[in-house]
């Protein structure tokens, strides 16, 4: 258990440093800022803009569902003056983490789902239960920097101008991206548009942008992908004749491959389109190291291998 083994370092980093110790009843100012994840991470940053430290805990390539943290990152936590995260049960060995660091109310703990709800697009996939990909729905991913904008401007009032304005300003540039996403995909063929990847991290992204989407594994990376799910997929790429299908870069390849190997065995050759940046930032020099950069490249690499036509 998480917050039984780091208990201790949680009330020494935290009682260090906390104003409820002073006696002040002001709010902990923001100087550091640690984010989840770097899809977190941007929206955060740029909200707060660049007088804030902003730093991610989960780097690329690192997948947050099977994330645990270190003694390391659990101290990094503690020195935070503010932990942003994804909510909804992306980082599932976070969980109890940071339901003890909320609870304590020493530090701002936020996660960006909350407030979303099915009435904003957020995707119910069992009773009380909802899929945490919602950045890939750039709209919701708008309503979620604005609710994010409107609760720091709640604690820190005279911020709170300057919040709603780089919200504007960010929201502006997500809604270009949008709709340049959505140009770049009419140029698929319709019945070509089937997304298929190893996680179910992509039902947003298709919803969004028109592309039918399924996946090996559910929407958590928990669980092994089953032979039975791997043939009902071979069958479904070989009956639409879908020329491409996709790895990720947090994700094992090894399903994808089980597919690409289960249609060479029924005569159709399908192709590996490429990597997608599903639950985290490129590296550097990948060209995908912002969101706007990833959401980018991964409608390129869609767009490039799944236009058939000539």
């Known amino acids: 258990m998480i917050f039984a083994v780091f208990g201790p370092l949680f009330a020494f980093g935290c009682n260090g440093t906390s104003n409820t110790e ?26 707060l803009g660049p007088e ?11 997948d947050p569902h099977l994330f645990t943290p270190s003694p ?46 099915t009435e904003d697009g957020l995707i119910e996939v069992a009773a009380g239960k909802y899929d945490p990909h919602f ?22 009032p005279d911020q709170a101008e300057a919040y709603n304005a780089r919200a504007a300003q960010y929201c502006d540039q997500i809604q270009l ?18 997304l298929i990847s190893a996680h179910d991290a992509f039902e947003y992204f298709g919803r969004s942008l028109g592309l039918e989407v ?14 039975k799910k791997v043939e009902v997929l071979v069958s479904r790429v070989v009956d639409n004749r879908i020329p491409a299908i996709f790895a990720e870069s947090s994700v094992s390849d ?6 690409i190997a289960g249609c060479k065995q029924r005569g159709f050759d399908v192709q590996l389109g490429g990597t997608l940046f599903s639950d985290a930032l490129g590296p550097a020099g990948s060209g995908a190291e912002t969101f706007p950069t990833m959401f980018a490249a991964n409608v390129k690499t869609i767009v490039d ?4 036509t000539p």
């Open 72 to 117: 390391r990152d659990i101290s990094l936590m503690s020195q935070a003056d503010a932990i942003i995260y994804n909510g909804l049960h992306l980082e599932a060995g976070l969980s109890q983490t940071l339901e003890h660091m909320e609870q304590n109310k020493k530090q701002f703990v936020y996660a960006l789902a909350t407030g979303l709800t």
């Open 22 to 47: 002073t006696g002040s009843t002001e709010p902990r100012p923001l100087k550091i800022v640690l984010c989840t994840t770097g899809m977190v991470g941007d929206l955060v940053s740029a909200i």
């Open 214 to 227: 399924a996946a090996v594994q559910g929407i958590s990376t928990n669980a092994e992908a089953s032979v």
């Open 135 to 156: 950045w890939n729905d750039l709209e919701l991913w708008q309503v979620a920097a604005r609710k994010f904008a409107d609760s720091l401007g709640e604690r820190y």
């Open 177 to 194: 991206l949008l709709d340049t996403s959505r140009e770049q995909i009419e140029v698929i063929p319709e019945n070509g548009r089937i």
């Open 305 to 308: 291998a799944l236009n058939t």
């Open 254 to 259: 090894k399903s994808i491959q089980a597919i």
């Open 52 to 62: 804030v430290e902003v730093n991610v805990l989960m780097k690329a390539g690192v």
